[in-house]
């Protein structure tokens, strides 16, 4: 089975201020972990992604993500958020050996207040 | 060219008439998604279609008609829908390479059912 959970419905930050959205997952073997941002009205579109290799992931805009295996988190962060950031963001978990599909969180609601 | 293009943007159906949702990607994607989500929820997974051929049906009812023409299109045909179908349609792609498993999104077809 897998399952991923994003523990916080709603996130505000100070503009300027650093960010994390957190992403906890659970799967049998080994993980593949996505995050995606979705704008009001749009569809997806994707941020990062850990498939192997370096813990330390970055992606678009200046976001990145820290694969920790013995936590079994994959945080979504900035160092310095942007009004702009403000959006719904997703974390996303497939297991590397299974034929399954993504599963996604239940979403972050991230408010960057100016 | 990283673009999922889907049309239309909006529809407003009857409960009575026939509608189609089209989904375009020119990536060489072999792997193609249909995606159901209501406001502030996760996506859900409706149809896989790998290589053409239907991989996946989660158990949708069948007023839900999925098709793929060929390796670039994807229709979903809609009969008799029920109001509580109305929703975001989202459509994606991925590259079933290990290492390039991201999915693209296309930004949805808004369907209104009245």
């Known amino acids: 089975a897998q399952s991923v959970a994003q523990p916080e419905d709603q996130v505000n930050v100070a503009e300027g201020n650093p960010l994390t959205v957190k992403c906890t997952y659970s799967?049998?073997?080994?993980?593949?972990l996505f995050w995606y941002v979705q704008y009001p009205n749009r569809g997806l579109q994707f941020l990062l992604k850990?498939?192997?290799?370096?813990?330390l992931v970055k992606g678009s805009y200046g976001f990145e993500a820290e694969f920790n295996k013995s936590q079994t988190s994959f945080h979504l962060k900035k160092p310095s958020a942007l009004v702009s950031d403000s959006a719904l963001y997703f974390c996303a978990v497939r297991d590397a050996g299974s034929a399954r599909q993504l599963t996604f969180g239940s979403g972050t609601q991230l408010t960057v207040l100016p | 060219d990283t673009e999922v293009t889907q049309t239309p943007k909006h529809l407003v159906m009857g409960m009575t008439n026939k509608k189609s949702l089209k989904c375009e990607q020119h990536?060489?994607?072999?792997?193609m998604y249909w995606y159901k989500q209501k406001a502030k929820k996760p996506p859900e997974l409706m149809f896989v279609y790998s290589y053409e051929k239907l991989s996946i049906n989660e158990s949708v009812p069948s007023r839900f008609s999925p098709e793929c023409p060929n390796s670039s299109l994807l229709n979903l045909h809609l009969h008799a829908l029920q109001p509580e179908d109305s929703a975001l349609y989202l459509c994606?792609?991925?590259?079933?390479?290990?290492?390039?498993?991201?999915?693209?999104f296309g930004q949805g077809t808004r369907l209104t059912v009245v």
């Open positions: 850990y498939i192997t290799g370096d813990n």
């Open positions: 990536m060489g994607h072999r792997a």
């Open positions: 799967v049998s073997g080994n993980p593949y």
């Open positions: 994606a792609s991925s590259n079933r390479r290990v290492g390039s498993t991201e999915a693209f």
